[in-house]
Structures are given as structure tokens and as C-alpha cells.
């Protein structure tokens, strides 16, 4: 992997890389922070999963998290939302299918099966690269996300048993198989078999079974999309019926931007902390 | 003034407002964070003035300031740079002059006369309207900036003794007599007689004996713009030759960015607040 920029950034240093993806058979781009302690220690990690149109740039320029972070030793690693370049294919006119809208599964359709691998990269390819490559220590990963990307970062947790110490989502899309967004990715990417859409739900995952790690989700009260895509409510009650480990707070008045993520970043970055140590 | 966006954030308000602005003669868009202590009591208020090329957005959306005036209980207002408008005459191939670039002084020439005024802007009539339309106490305040507005809060705490309680910086342009960015602007908007440019340099102010109130600034050791533009090391020397209440530090690493300004966020709203109690 190339190191692009570097910059220093509440005592650690910000850096981002690009690298030759096997699995989405393109250049990747993702950001890293790593803390003052990665200097002299490995420290744990906490993947971020960012939402539709998002890069890694969204999240390290508007999500508050550095700060917490390197208060805590933990080492963010920011990957971006899609495979990206001219060979990729795309959905040029809409902004939630195709490039910056990966939805984190692993597409078997055409034309999007040779590329969006997205599960594959986030939960093995990548956290692989960073731990040959950087201070990281992988035997203490945790993973949280904003939106579709709170929705990946819960179906990462919920598929790989006894990998990830704590998920937190701000905003997720609580059940993408009742919702549009839902719909368009995932019809596209996983073809018309519903029943096969439900291995890449969080919600359906959780009702089949699915052991999780603790759980801790945000959602803005007045969230414009809270009505139409992101059914938090049947999040909620499969988390309750299954008995989860999980906190699911309703944040009366805040909406779906980074000022709502990064006014509750503090809880989510200290909750995973709690769990990433020794 | 018209509110056009209000947006929850750690706990209070950030809001948007546009006002037919009379002594920059167009219409001007500011934006406030008001804290939640301020339902109930006038708070104290902060100014943020930007650097060259940003609105009001840059300091809202990557600054991090909100959780920190969130904490302490302070009111930040956050100007534009310049004034705005088809009206309003600009240099379109320069970054570093017209548009976004105002330099927080009154022009005395055209054809920036008319509407370049944001010295008036920024200490005489916004501050006035905000005092009397939102729960500000506008016997308690301080003023900060980044880069162009670092030096335009230096510049306003120098020329209003007895009015800031406490002023900071990051990044400032210490003595724009001397640098590139100030000649052009200060040239252009003040006119050829060098003397006059002095009226409004942080470091001839300190030198010719102005007062200042506690001041805290920081600069990045590795800022591309360090070496040619910024003059630290001039500030610093007019700072202690005058015996001035100044802490002025030199981040080892860190760059001209709003990475450095969130680094260092906390500390400078601290500062402050100690000096806005009571």
C-alpha cells in the first residue's frame, strides 16, 4: 500500500493510503488514525463504515472522532463506501446504488458481482493489509458506522461470531429488506431472491439467530429518513425479543448529519474503549 | 434577520441566519451555535473569524468547537469572511483578495470601498444584532480566528481596548505588513501609503503600544505558509517586547489545517471561558 498524505492531528497522525484490491479489483483509498500510543505499542482498532456518497474523507473531516480516539489509544481505520474508478460500474444517475453505495455485502449480479465486494474488503481484506502494515493489534477490532454504513458495520458483526469486541451504529438502516434504499442495493446486488437479501440483514439476522456483541445504536429524532428507510423500531424489537446485549437510544431533535454523529462520537468511541481493552 | 437552517448539535442549536447587511450593503449569512445553558440564561459569546477562501460553513462542519462551547456554556458566532454577492466586486482569479478574503478591515478604496467593510461588520454590527435577537450577554465577549481571521481577531481585540475579554489565534498572519497575502489586500483595500497599513497589523498595533487582553495563539511547526506569510516569530517578539499576557506556541507537526485548529480547539475555548466567567 502507497501512504498519500500524513498529517498530525490531536498528537497522532491522520494518514490515508491507496492500494491494489484483490477483491474489488480496483485502487481502494482508505484513512487511518493512529494515536500518539501506536508509537510505541500496538493499539486496538475501530473500523468506521460510512454512509451513502460518502468517501473516508466524510467521517475524518466532520465526525469529531481523532479527539476521542486519542484519548482512548485506539486506532480508526476509515475505508471508503464503494469500489471506485473508470472500470467500475456505476448508477450515474442515483447516488444510492453503485459507486459511494457499496451497502457492504458481497454483490453476485451482474454487472456489479466483479467489484462490489465490499464484505470481503471491509472484514478480511483490508483489517489483513492493516495489521501486516501498520501499529495495529487485530486480536481487539471493533466496528461502528453511520447509516448504510451503521447497517454494515452491524451485518460485519452479526456474520462474524466472536470477531468483533463491540458494534455501535449512528443512524443505521435498521432493515434494509423493508425500506427503498434496501431494495434498490440490494435487488441489485444480490438479484430478485428475497429470501437471499436476508443474510445481508441486520434485523433478519438478528431474528434467525444471530449471536452479537454488545450493541450500541443512535438515531436522531427528527431524522428525515427515520420515517422511510431506516426502521429503528424493528432493529429495536429484534434486538429485545433476542435478548441482545444492545442500547438503541432515540436522540429527540437531531437529524441524520455528522452534527448529530459527531455529538454522540464521545459515547460511541468511550462504549467501544470499554470493551477494547487488554 | 432570517433564520434559514437550525440544526441540533451536542446538545444546543446551531443555526443559520441571512441579514440585509448595512454597512457591507448586501445581504450577509452568519452562523450561531447556541449551547443548551442558553434556553434558560444569556451566555457569553465567542466570535470565530475565518481565513481566507472560507463562509461560516468551514469552522461549523470541521472545527469541533460546538463540543467545547457546548461544555463551558458559550454562544459562537461565525461570520463569513467577506461580503457576498453579483454586486460585490471581487478579483475571480485570486484567492487571496475580494471574495472570501475581506481581511477584516475597512477598504478606503475602490472599488472595494462600498462593501469591504468587515471591521465594522464584525465588531459593530453583527455583534449588536445578535445581542439583541438571541440569548447573548454581550458584556462577556471574546473573539478567535483561524489563518486571516486569526490576524482579524488580533487586529479587533487591538483596536477596541477595554471590549474582548480574552483573544486567541491560530495560525495567524502575525504582521501582514510584511508578507505576500498582506500586501496584496491590505494594498488593494487600503490603498499605497504604507503608514495606513499599519492601523491594521497585529504586530505594529503591539509595537505602537495598543492594549490587548490575555491572548493565546497557536501555530503549526510544519505549516507550509509559516515560512513566507505568517511571521510568528515577529508577533512573538512585538508580544514580549510590549510585556503582553501572550502564549504563543509553536505544535510541533501539525499544518495549516482544520485538523490543527480541532487539535488545539479545546484548549483555546477553555482559555477563553476562564476569562468570560462571571
Redesign the interface.
Given at each position: 500500500m502507497e501512504q498519500t498524505e500524513q498529517?498530525?492531528?490531536?498528537?497522532g497522525w491522520?494518514k490515508r493510503f491507496v492500494h491494489k484490491s484483490e477483491c474489488c479489483q480496483c485502487d481502494m483509498t482508505f484513512s487511518v488514525f493512529l494515536p500518539a500510543q501506536a508509537e510505541s505499542q500496538k493499539v486496538p482498532v475501530l473500523y468506521y463504515l460510512s454512509g451513502l456518497t460518502c468517501t473516508d474523507d466524510n467521517v475524518r473531516?466532520?465526525g469529531?472522532a481523532?479527539?476521542f480516539a486519542a484519548e482512548h489509544g485506539i486506532a480508526l481505520v476509515m475505508p471508503d463506501t464503494s469500489p471506485r474508478g473508470d472500470d467500475v460500474p456505476d448508477a450515474a444517475d442515483r447516488y444510492d446504488l453503485g459507486k459511494g453505495a457499496g451497502f457492504y455485502v458481497n454483490a453476485t449480479r451482474q454487472p456489479w458481482s466483479k467489484h462490489y465486494q465490499m464484505y470481503s474488503y471491509v472484514t478480511d481484506e483490508l483489517p489483513k493489509l492493516v495489521a501486516s502494515e501498520l501499529p495495529i493489534d487485530a486480536s481487539r477490532e471493533s466496528i461502528t458506522g453511520h447509516s448504510m454504513g451503521g447497517h454494515g458495520a452491524l451485518i460485519c458483526a452479526l456474520k462474524q461470531p466472536g470477531r468483533y469486541r463491540s458494534v455501535s451504529a449512528f443512524s443505521p438502516i435498521g432493515n434494509p429488506v423493508n425500506c427503498a434504499w434496501g431494495h434498490g442495493c440490494l435487488g441489485a446486488y444480490l438479484g430478485d431472491e428475497k429470501n437471499e437479501w436476508k443474510n445481508w440483514d441486520a434485523t433478519e439476522l438478528i431474528e434467525a439467530g444471530a449471536p452479537c456483541p454488545p450493541m450500541l445504536a443512535d438515531q436522531?429524532g427528527?431524522d428525515s429518513f427515520l420515517a422511510d428507510q431506516l426502521n429503528t423500531d424493528k432493529l429495536q424489537a429484534a434486538c429485545k425479543k433476542a435478548g441482545l446485549d444492545a442500547s438503541i437510544r432515540m436522540q429527540d431533535?437531531?437529524?441524520h448529519?455528522?452534527?448529530?454523529i459527531?455529538?454522540f462520537m464521545?459515547d460511541h468511541i468511550a462504549f467501544h474503549a470499554g470493551h477494547l481493552r487488554g
Open positions: 498529517i498530525k492531528d490531536h498528537g491522520l473531516t466532520k469529531g481523532q479527539r436522531g427528527d431533535g437531531y437529524d448529519s455528522y452534527h448529530f459527531s455529538s464521545g
